[in-house]
């Protein structure tokens, strides 16, 4: 039985990931449909689970082709770096960093750090990859990502962890539609508030369940979110109050037209950065290492 990866395998199987189908995959890196179609089916044979399902004329990924995209990204941006570390001692400018975020953390905050550190190194390149903490610190323990930002610390029995580092500490208001707004005014009650909230799992909303409980306040849960995004659209249109890392309260209000609620919850997340400068690395880990310090502030 093989048990060697074929490396051309699986730089096939990501450009046909990248482009959405053989066709135009075989027409990006100049080799023939039949033989980029070939080489994916010994792929797959070799794995022993299909990786892609053809959707019309695209090609979409399957669960695990989605896990062996994120290592083959990863394999052949390791692969360039160990290049140019060879060829120059050091890898030439900010290159590529993998970083995690966790899905607590106000995705305005990673928006921030990233535009800041594009403004500092326009060649940085970043991929972004969001998920719980549990699989976030499985990733940077198996340097599947560079960084994580989370909104919790690495739980001590991940012992092969870089150390982390508190950014800081992030109070929650509520907001709402100037319309709910208006009807809260009327009925300050906050237990007769429709409320919009973070998913069962995440950080924020356990600690929403304990000063609710703290408050003997039973809420009236209109939906909830994994995608916060989508929580503030729905607040916009008035179906409920949606807690905001203050952090970002500003600019979630002019955004969606939000106005504060009088209700501030005695709850300060804290948010932490976990990953360590490398000698021969990239300079974009150091780069984004170095500003987090600074993201909470606008």
């Known amino acids: 039985m093989n048990t060697q990866l074929n490396y051309h395998h699986l730089r096939y199987f990501l450009a046909v990931a990248t482009n959405g189908g053989i066709t135009p995959a075989s027409l990006a890196i100049h080799v023939s449909a039949p033989t980029l179609s070939a080489q994916l089916k010994e792929l797959e044979a070799f794995v022993g689970k299909p990786l892609f399902r053809r959707e019309g004329r695209r090609m979409r990924l399957t669960e695990d082709g989605r896990v062996l995209l994120r290592y083959a990204e990863r394999i052949f941006a390791t692969g360039d770096e160990m290049v140019q570390v060879l060829n120059r001692g050091k890898s030439e400018g900010p290159g590529w960093v993998f970083l995690g975020v966790s899905d607590g953390v106000p995705k305005l905050l990673v928006a921030r750090l990233l535009d800041r550190a594009c403004q500092k190194a326009p060649g940085l390149q970043c991929m972004v990859r969001e998920g719980l903490p ?3 610190w499985s990733a940077l323990g198996s340097h599947q990502v560079d960084l994580v930002i989370a ?15 508190r ?9 709402a539609s100037k319309a709910l707004a208006k009807k809260f005014q009327a009925n300050p009650d906050p ?3 429709p409320i919009l909230a973070p998913a069962r799992e995440s950080v924020l909303r356990r600690e929403l369940e304990q000063w609710w409980a703290s408050k003997e306040i039973t809420p009236i849960i209109r939906a909830e979110f994994d995608d916060a995004a989508a929580m ?13 890392h203050e952090p970002v309260l500003k600019d979630v209000c002019k955004r969606y037209e939000l106005v504060t609620l009088p209700i501030k919850p005695k709850i300060e997340d804290e948010l932490f950065i976990v990953g360590e400068k490398r000698r ?6 150091s ?3 170095d500003l987090a310090d600074g993201i909470l502030k606008a």
Not at 167 to 175: D, E, H, P, Q, T
């Open 134 to 136: 549990g699989e976030l």
């Open 280 to 285: 021969y690395a990239a300079e974009g880990v």
């Open 167 to 175: 950014i800081g500490r992030m109070s929650v208001v509520f907001a």
């Open 287 to 289: 780069i984004l290492l």
């Open 191 to 193: 237990a007769m508030l």
């Open 232 to 244: 503030f659209e729905l607040a916009a249109r008035g179906l409920g109050a949606a807690p905001i």
């Open 151 to 165: 909104n919790e610390a690495p739980p001590p029995n991940f012992g092969n962890l870089p150390p982390g580092r």
